[in-house]
């Protein structure tokens, strides 16, 4: 197995062509980096993935069985058959809400493991008794931490209830909105873990100070997040490519609707967790390949995984940024299909940067390192 641990920093790569928005057809703009969407159209389909923009069938799958949840949040709301989360609070979240997307967030959770050597955690967690799995998606994570821990009750929370019913019993689901304050005591979780909320808060200093909150002395955040910058060691990214518009798409995306896509590529989970008071704070940043490129095998696996969590459900990821920097759903399709082209050509050797951080929240009366203890008055 190859150490895949990188502190280097490699620029995303980003379009070369770099006019103001009233460039020409196909040329992308000096501050975002993304290609208008009618470059695409321009190109016209090609042949690899003919997907029609169907309603999922499975979304009734989801709604039959979760049918004591009240009716309001199950009005989602829809784009281009597609369905998303209804109004909870303040939230706003880009990823479709339906089966087929919610299959892909059971890959990308395989991925995450694989990539984490098989663990669900890093941070030094010792007989955890209470735990808070936040924007839990599927609860995937939270159910195989409640298997391994069966000593520990598990809680996650999300805006949509897409979480399965059949669950192992120290684990349950709550709808809660965690962009507003958080319905739990203070000092309540021995381990609050959040993973993949990129693009869905706005304020991160905000979001890890309801942490602190809610962590009891001694216990641990862990923040999982990914870039969705792509990059290439040996210039086999076209800054034109569809895979190279990704990051764009998402970054543009995200700074329109206020919520960052530059999480890990800003360094903000550390930041946020030591202005919020956490100590001892670990980054692990970690190179994930796209694709079956890499000459070893376990990083092989990584990369088909994270290529096929992707090509699963292109759409569910791109068409809530797509709508929102109003590209037409031919303009939509025909990236697509550029996508997967690209992906299943197997010539980009890509990867993205991800960064697990975690930190521990200090004892009542514990020293701060670098300060020495005020001697004892008699
Ligand atoms: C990309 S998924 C990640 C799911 C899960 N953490 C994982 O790693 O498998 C993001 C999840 O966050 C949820 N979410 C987005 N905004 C939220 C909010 N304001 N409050 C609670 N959950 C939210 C979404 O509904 C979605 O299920």
Redesign the pocket.
Same mark, same amino acid.
């Given at each position: 197995m190859t150490d895949n641990h990188d502190t280097e920093t490699t620029k995303p790569v980003l379009p070369a062509t770099t006019t103001t928005s009233g460039g020409g057809e196909g040329s992308a703009t000096a501050t975002t980096g993304l290609l208008p969407p009618e470059h695409w159209t321009q190109l016209g389909r090609v042949a690899i993935y003919d997907e029609e923009n169907e309603e999922d069938p499975g979304a009734q799958d989801n709604l039959s069985s979760t049918a004591s949840i009240s009716s309001s949040i199950l009005k989602y709301r829809t784009i281009q058959g597609r369905t998303y989360?209804s109004e909870? #609070?303040?939230? +706003? &979240? =880009? @990823?479709t809400?339906d089966a087929r997307h919610n299959n892909s967030? /059971?890959i990308?959770?395989h991925l995450?493991t694989l990539v984490l050597d098989g663990k669900l955690f890093l941070a030094p967690v010792k007989n955890p008794k209470k735990v808070l799995?936040? #924007?839990? @998606?599927? #609860?995937? =994570?939270a159910i195989d931490f409640a298997d391994q821990y069966p000593d520990a009750t598990v809680i @996650?929370? /999300?805006?949509?209830p897409?979480q399965p019913s059949w669950v192992p019993s120290n684990v349950r689901f709550d709808?809660? /909105? *965690?962009?507003?304050d958080w319905s739990f005591a203070d000092n309540d979780f021995d381990f609050v873990?959040?993973? &993949?909320? +990129? #693009? *869905?808060?706005p304020d991160w200093f905000e979001f890890f100070r309801q942490a602190y909150r809610v962590i009891s002395p001694g216990g641990y955040l862990e923040s999982?997040e990914g870039s969705p910058n792509v990059r290439s060691d040996d210039d086999t990214l076209p800054p034109d490519s569809a895979i190279a518009q990704w990051g764009p798409l998402f970054v543009n995306g995200g700074k329109l609707i206020g919520r960052s896509f530059s999480v890990v590529d800003e360094g903000l989970q550390a930041k946020a967790m030591a202005a919020a008071g956490f100590v001892d704070i670990q980054t692990r940043r970690i190179k994930v390949p796209s694709g079956p490129w890499p000459a070893d095998p376990h990083q092989k696996e990584i990369g088909l995984f994270s290529q096929h969590a992707v090509e699963s459900d292109v759409e569910g990821f791109i068409l809530f940024f797509t709508n929102v920097q109003q590209w037409s759903r031919e303009q939509v399709q025909v990236y697509i299909t550029h996508l997967l082209r690209e992906l299943h050509s197997k010539k980009h050797h890509v990867y993205h940067y991800e960064s697990v951080v975690w930190g521990r929240k200090p004892q009542v009366d514990e020293v701060p390192a670098g300060i020495s203890a005020a001697p004892e008055v008699a």
């Open positions: 989360h909870v #609070g303040n939230a +706003s &979240y =880009w @990823g809400n967030l /059971d990308l959770h995450f799995d936040v #924007g839990t @998606g599927t #609860g995937i =994570w @996650g929370t /999300d805006i949509s897409i709808i809660e /909105d *965690c962009t507003r873990h959040i993973r &993949y909320l +990129s #693009g *869905c808060i999982y």
